[in-house]
C-alpha cells in the first residue's frame, strides 16, 4: 500500500500506487470482511455497484481468493442497476457475471438481482420485497439504529459530478428517507431508468468502500473527502456516511492528487 490514513471524519483513505496495488488491496479487504462475516454470522451480504468497480475486484477470482474465501456463504445484491434486461451490455448484473459471479462458486439461489421483466418501479418495490424477507430472516442483518438493513459490505464507485450507486447530485431520490430500494428515470448517465439503493441503507451498512481511480476525479474525490462542505453540500458522495459503520476510501494517486495534505503512514 502506498499511504493509509484517517481522514477527518471521512472514514479511512487507502491510496494506493497503481491500479494494480488497488486492486490486490481491494480483493484483501473484501476478503477479510468476508471471513470476519462469516465467523460472527454464518453469512456474507454484499452489495456491488456497476462501473469500473467490477474490473477492480477482478483479483478476487484469482489465487489465493478463489480458493480461500468462502464463496457458499456469499450472499450478493446490487447498490443499483440499470432498467435493462440483464442480457444488456448495460446490465450491471451482466457486468458482475462476466467479471465476477461466473468464475467463483457463488450458489445461484443467493445471487439476488433485480426484476428485469418489471418496470422501473415495480421492480424497486419488488426488490425492497425481497430484502426485507431476507431480513427476516437475518441473511440480511437488521441495523439498531434505524429499521433499515445492514448489509456487511456495500461497494460503490463514484462518477465525474460525486455520484454513487444511482443517487445523483441535486435529484430529490437524494431526499428519500423511507424506502429502501427506489428508482429513477431520470439518471445523467445513461441509461437512464435506474433502481437505486436509498442513503438511509448506504449509510445503515457495517462497511461501505468507495473505489474511485483517475486524473479526471480527482477534483470531486477532493470534494467529497475535504472539509469543503460550505460548497457542496448535496455531493451524493460526501453524504455517505455511515452512521455506526466503517467507511474506506480506496483511491490510486491521480484520484487522490487533490486531496488536502492528508496526516498518513507509509
Ligand atoms: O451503474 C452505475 O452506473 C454505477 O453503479 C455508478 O454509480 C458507477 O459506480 C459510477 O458511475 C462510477 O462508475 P465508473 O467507476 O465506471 O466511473
Not at 419488488?126 to 434505524?146: A, G, H, M, P
Request: glycine share 6%.
Amino acid at each position: 500500500m502506498a499511504l493509509s490514513g484517517a481522514h477527518k471524519d471521512r472514514g479511512e483513505l487507502r491510496i494506493l500506487e497503481n491500479l494494480d496495488e488497488l486492486s490486490t488491496d481491494l480483493a484483501d479487504y473484501i476478503s477479510e470482511l468476508s471471513e470476519v462475516s462469516v465467523k460472527e454470522r454464518g453469512v456474507f451480504s454484499i452489495a456491488l455497484s456497476g462501473g469500473s468497480l467490477i474490473g477492480l475486484m477482478g483479483k478476487l477470482c484469482e489465487a489465493p481468493y478463489n480458493k480461500t474465501v468462502d464463496w457458499g456463504k456469499w450472499y450478493i445484491f446490487w447498490a443499483d442497476e440499470r432498467v435493462v434486461a440483464k442480457n444488456h451490455a448495460d446490465s450491471n448484473y451482466k457486468l458482475a457475471k462476466d467479471g465476477l459471479l461466473s468464475k467463483v462458486p457463488i450458489v445461484p439461489s443467493h445471487v439476488h438481482s433485480i426484476n428485469d421483466s418489471l418496470s422501473a418501479e415495480e421492480a424497486a418495490n419488488e426488490y425492497e420485497f425481497v430484502i426485507r424477507q431476507l431480513v427476516k430472516t437475518r441473511i440480511v442483518s437488521v441495523s439498531d439504529v434505524s429499521d433499515c438493513p445492514k448489509f456487511d459490505l456495500i461497494l460503490l464507485g463514484m462518477g465525474l459530478d460525486g455520484h454513487v450507486a444511482s443517487l445523483f447530485p441535486n435529484h430529490s431520490v437524494l431526499d428519500e428517507k423511507n424506502e429502501w430500494v427506489t428508482f429513477i428515470t431520470d439518471s445523467p448517465k445513461p441509461p437512464p431508468e435506474r433502481i437505486t439503493f436509498t442513503l438511509p441503507v448506504i449509510n445503515s451498512a457495517s462497511n461501505v468502500a468507495v473505489v474511485v481511480t483517475g486524473s479526471s476525479k480527482a477534483e470531486v474525490v477532493h470534494l467529497a473527502i475535504d472539509d469543503v462542505e460550505a460548497d457542496c453540500p448535496s455531493l451524493p458522495a460526501r453524504m455517505v456516511q455511515p452512521a455506526k459503520g466503517k467507511l474506506v476510501w480506496f483511491l490510486d494517486m491521480p484520484a487522490a492528487s487533490k486531496v488536502d495534505g492528508p496526516q498518513f503512514s507509509e
